[in-house]
């Protein structure tokens, strides 16, 4: 086997475009099962961010019923959406 510095390489190589990965939405759904103090906790423990920024999404779910937690690669929501809905939260992900 030959190695193939980026000099020699084919310029179709160097030149292809890669494309980025697709992002996806995880929302909150407002519920009338879970209390309030429930869905911050849970938030924090699932996303790591700050009381205050989980305080806002609980809130933004409760008043409109729904809110953006997060924009992120599928394979990643896909895995929030599951650690959310074991704390009996109602979410969906959707392409952005």
Same mark, same amino acid.
Request: aromatic fraction near 6%; include cysteine; hydrophobic fraction near 40%.
């Given at each position: 086997?030959?190695?193939? $510095?980026?000099?020699?390489?084919?310029?179709?190589?160097?030149d292809?475009?890669?494309?980025?990965?697709?992002?996806y939405?995880?929302?909150?759904?407002?519920?009338?099962?879970?209390?309030?103090?429930?869905?911050?906790?849970?938030?924090?423990?699932v996303?790591?961010?700050?009381?205050?920024?989980?305080?806002?999404?609980?809130?933004?779910?409760?008043?409109?019923?729904? $809110?953006?937690?997060?924009?992120?690669?599928?394979?990643?929501?896909?895995?929030?959406?599951?650690?959310?809905? $074991?704390? $009996?939260?109602?979410?969906?992900?959707?392409?952005?």
């Amino acid at each position: 086997m030959t190695n193939v $510095s980026p000099k020699t390489r084919p310029t179709a190589v160097l030149d292809r475009q890669i494309d980025p990965m697709p992002l996806y939405k995880v929302l909150l759904h407002n519920d009338e099962v879970n209390i309030m103090e429930h869905v911050v906790k849970a938030l924090m423990k699932v996303f790591r961010f700050e009381q205050q920024e989980c305080e806002q999404i609980m809130i933004e779910a409760h008043r409109n019923g729904l $809110s953006l937690c997060i924009v992120e690669p599928l394979e990643q929501a896909e895995f929030h959406q599951d650690k959310l809905r $074991s704390y $009996s939260l109602v979410t969906t992900i959707e392409p952005e």
